[in-house]
T-cell receptor, first 111, second 111 residues
């Protein structure tokens, strides 16, 4: 079963705009990760935020985590056509190696 | 390139058949995970092996089995295949509780 639910399911923006994707989850977590998947290819890890962190940055990516609301957001600033992909949040529970993925947000960046 | 390899890239077979998917993890990674990605179910965790031992099972059907060998490569065996088994199958590896590195996947088509 899916732990996370991303919102929106699909997002279309112009190049240069910011893209925000949200993720909600159900159970307590050790960390939350975001992955990108280009069409039909393998997932690529983007960023990890631990349960005791509230915000993390990596290049044009900013991730926030609100454990009280069991939600996270991924912000991609100054988007590029190459950012077109599906983005998934994945949660890891305490004492577990496995990740539980949401259904993803499909981002289209129009040049 | 994540360093995780999967073979074959594509597999077309008939219902009732049996196939084996192979995965070689990144050098040094002791954990191997298998995931199934389909349009209706999203990305589902199947099974996790750590240094040859099964550590966790997810939504893996009884018709499916996996193993990890002493050289750490892993195989996922799918038998009595049904049309609904058509999906992308991903292998991932990790060295810790943190990020997982995904292979390019095997696209299975059951006719």
């Amino acid at each position: 079963s899916q732990q996370g639910e991303e919102d929106p399911q699909a997002l279309s923006i112009q190049e240069g705009e910011n893209a925000t994707m949200n993720c909600s989850y159900k159970t307590s977590i050790n960390n939350l990760q975001w992955y990108r998947q280009n069409s039909g290819r393998g997932l690529v890890h983007l960023i990890l935020i631990r349960s005791n962190e509230r915000e993390k940055h990596s290049g044009r990516l900013r991730v926030t985590l609100d454990t009280s609301k069991k939600s996270s957001s991924l912000l991609i600033t100054a988007s590029r056509a190459a950012d077109t992909a599906s983005y998934f949040c994945a949660t890891r529970g305490a004492g577990s190696y496995q990740l539980t993925f949401g259904k993803g947000t499909k981002l289209s960046v129009i040049p | 390139d994540s360093g995780v390899t999967q073979t074959p890239k594509h597999l077309i077979t008939a219902t009732g058949q049996r196939v084996t998917l192979r995965c070689s993890p990144r050098s040094g990674d002791l954990s191997v995970y298998w995931y199934q990605q389909s349009l209706d179910q999203g990305l589902q965790f199947l099974i996790h092996y750590y240094n040859g031992e099964e550590r966790a099972k997810g939504n893996i059907l009884e018709r499916f089995s996996a193993q990890q060998f002493p050289d750490l490569h892993s195989e996922l065996n799918l038998s009595s295949l049904e049309l609904g088994d058509s999906a992308l199958y991903f292998c991932a590896s990790s060295v810790s509780y943190n990020e997982q590195f995904f292979g390019p996947g095997t696209r299975l088509t059951v006719l």
